[in-house]
């Protein structure tokens, strides 16, 4: 349980609301679009349309709040670290100074600026892995790959083999604490003591791990032989979904936060 | 001393969209020297449970206590109760990572610091207690054995540590016949001669039947009946209640009962009925 708890980036929270049925590959454009508008900007009054977008689309998307500060977490080392070396490095006009410390005006406003694009980016992409499933999402990169098939990009197969990755991450997350709750019965500690002693406390962890996931990769490929999967052949899809009323305010929204933030930088 | 459990309850994922109680004011208690079944249909919470009395989980109310101790997560208590409880989880071999059966067995010996004789007479005597001819296997990768050697190898690297209490969740799933047996035999034998408590999770209600004399009957997080084994499988709706099944004998003494006969046969174990089929019948015959 506590090892996938901690995988929030691309986990999904199911849910009913319009951002939820919304088509992926509209949120996966949309997503991109609002990252390059993130990195359009250059002042961070810029962010502004993007930064509503976002607040709208969480708010509609009824996902707790706390959901998106737990997708924050795992990178709230790389932000305070990133602040911190703004704050003090950046030269410019003192507007404190101890000693050889110095905090510059210049360097307070890049590191809000950076402080809002970290934030931003992440919760853009945590706002489409929670508002989508894994499954929904790989068909979008499927689609938005497909037209590379023409120039010999084998998309259909890379899509194939991400939907198996997704698929099976849970699996194996769960195998992997499974697999952990027995050693740590027969006594094994795991990731204590000196660097050599917590390498080696992983051995029975992972050869397990190995030997399950061959034996699975093994089965997976007969019981889809079985099922009559043949590589290159034409695919269908179960659920095929249909352009929807809303994905068009998706879209509309996005050009119009993108085109904001790229008339903002290019006219104020 | 013995394992006891007070109003214990447990909850996955608190406070999410998929928050669900697992277990529901949990009250057991379990002898020492007892062999012990925990059934109930799937999901009744019995693996939830099971994790709960070596630590590997912690109760959200209520107190689990082995031998006095309560059980927390701080690191002395921990090691005291891992000390004194085994759990073979479902399928143990999925376990095996070494390259010989002998330093398969060994592991848990060595992680609780015995020393190199200890660890040699452990490995030896956890081997023969599961049926195993230590001078033949000891030294062959745990990966080339048939299921059921593997299942036993697996049986024995917990039992080496010489823990007082195991608790094995479906030790016989997906063994043939002999090897199911064999399995429990050797685990009853274990029981007698080294005083090991043994806590068998079962669908198996055969098995639970010849082989439990207690039995926790779990039933969507709840203890439904706690007891003698016969005593359950005597009350034929608490059984339907539960989701669980007669075993054999105790459907042909039913079944008996209900004709009107006046054969009575022994009910707590397949052969055992038989043999006593066999007696009234032959009886009948010189009548």
Redesign the interface.
Known sequence: ?ALSRSFVLGQH??GTSVVHRSGALVKLVSTIALMIGVFVATKTAQYIPIAFFLVVGIGVSRIPLRFFARGLKPILFLIVLTVVVQIFFTPGTPVWQFWFVRVTREGLGLAGFILCRLVLLTLVSVLLTASTSPIELTDAVSDLLKPLSHIGVPSAEIALVMSIAMRFVPTILE?TE??I?????????IGEGSLVVRMKSF??????LF??SFRRADDLAVAMEARGFRVGSPRTRYHARHFQSFDAFILLGTAAALSGVILWRLFL | MSIELKNVDYV??SGE?FEYFALRGISLHIDDGAFVGIVGRTGSGKSTLV?HL?G?LFSARGDVIVDDEIVSNERTVLAKV??RV??V?QY?E????AETIFEEVA??CR??GFSKEQVDESVHKAMSTVGLDPERFLSLSP?QLSGGEQRRVAIA??IA?GQKYIILDEPTAGLDSGSKLAVLTELESLRQTANVTVILVSHNMDEVAEFCKQVVVLDGGTVAFQGSTDAFFSDADLVDRTGLELPQSYRLARALKECGSTLTVNECSTDRMLDSLRLCVSDLGGA
């Open positions: 349980m929270y199911p195998e499974r697999i709750r027995a050693q740590v019965s027969r006594g094994a500690r051995i029975p962890i992972l050869i397990p030997v399950s | 996955y994922d969209p994790e070596n590997l891992r000390r085994g759990i989880f143990p999925d376990q095996f990572f592991f848990g992680n609780y990966f690297s917990v540590m």
